[in-house]
């Protein structure tokens, strides 16, 4: 089903779409290459782009274990692909949703922002809880499933098909450029 509406002041956001994380997906390249359409045609429109890392995040006790790795000094920059213009917002996050400690809602708030677009890696982390913190704070939320992935395929087709729906519209960047182009 296509998109059903464009509100008049949308947002796209980017969830860690960095050095050190694109790889760990794979079908990361791909993700970028989506991600890349949709900023471009949403700077197009003049609609925020915004553009998350994480950087640093905060340990916490779990029972995953987290991965034993040297990440390279560059890990948290963005991926050049994105072409990072200097009206795009940066945010960097310390935890896996965007909203939490960032004052991205604000910033959205004072755009007049009502929709949000979400793409990035990864789908069941970051974009996930991204999208559920949009959604609390009463955004009308667009998760773009082609331009996302997880290291899981099948945890990122779980979240899809089965969460996503009740939080969103699930679309794909065909569709959602069809939207902003018409």
Same mark, same amino acid.
């Not at 970028?32 to 609609?47: C, D, H, P, S």
């Not at 991205?104 to 708030?109: A, E, V, W």
């Not at 979400?118 to 773009?144: P, W």
């Not at 290291?151 to 089965?162: F, L, M, N």
């Given at each position: 089903?296509?998109?059903?509406?464009?509100?008049?002041?949308?947002?796209? &956001?980017? &969830?860690?779409?960095?050095?050190?994380?694109?790889?760990?997906?794979?079908?990361?390249?791909?993700?970028?290459?989506?991600?890349?359409?949709?900023?471009?045609?949403?700077?197009?429109?003049?609609?925020?782009?915004?553009?998350?890392?994480?950087?640093?995040? #905060?340990?916490?006790?779990?029972?995953?274990?987290?991965?034993?790795?040297?990440?390279?000094?560059?890990?948290?920059?963005?991926?050049?692909?994105?072409?990072?213009?200097? *009206?795009?917002?940066?945010?960097?996050?310390?935890?896996?949703?965007?909203?939490?400690?960032?004052?991205?809602?604000?910033?959205?708030?004072?755009?007049?922002?009502?929709?949000?677009?979400?793409?990035?890696?990864?789908?069941?982390?970051?974009?996930?809880?991204?999208?559920?913190?949009?959604?609390?704070?009463?955004?009308?939320?667009?998760?773009? #499933?082609?331009?996302?992935?997880?290291?899981?395929?099948?945890?990122?087709?779980? *979240?899809?098909?089965?969460?996503?729906?009740?939080?969103?519209?699930?679309?794909?960047?065909?569709?959602?450029?069809?939207?902003?182009?018409?």
């Amino acid at each position: 089903m296509p998109l059903t509406q464009l509100d008049e002041n949308a947002a796209l &956001i980017l &969830i860690d779409l960095q050095k050190g994380i694109v790889g760990m997906a794979p079908t990361g390249a791909g993700v970028v290459e989506q991600a890349a359409k949709l900023a471009t045609a949403f700077r197009e429109r003049g609609f925020p782009v915004v553009l998350v890392h994480v950087a640093d995040p #905060a340990p916490k006790r779990t029972d995953a274990l987290r991965p034993n790795m040297q990440l390279p000094p560059d890990w948290t920059e963005l991926v050049p692909e994105l072409g990072q213009q200097p *009206s795009d917002i940066l945010i960097t996050k310390h935890s896996f949703g965007a909203f939490i400690g960032t004052g991205l809602d604000q910033i959205l708030r004072k755009r007049g922002v009502t929709q949000v677009f979400i793409g990035g890696i990864s789908t069941t982390i970051g974009v996930e809880s991204t999208a559920r913190s949009a959604f609390d704070y009463g955004y009308n939320v667009v998760l773009v #499933a082609d331009a996302m992935a997880d290291r899981d395929p099948e945890a990122h087709q779980y *979240s899809v098909t089965k969460i996503f729906p009740r939080l969103a519209e699930v679309e794909t960047t065909e569709n959602v450029l069809k939207k902003l182009r018409a």
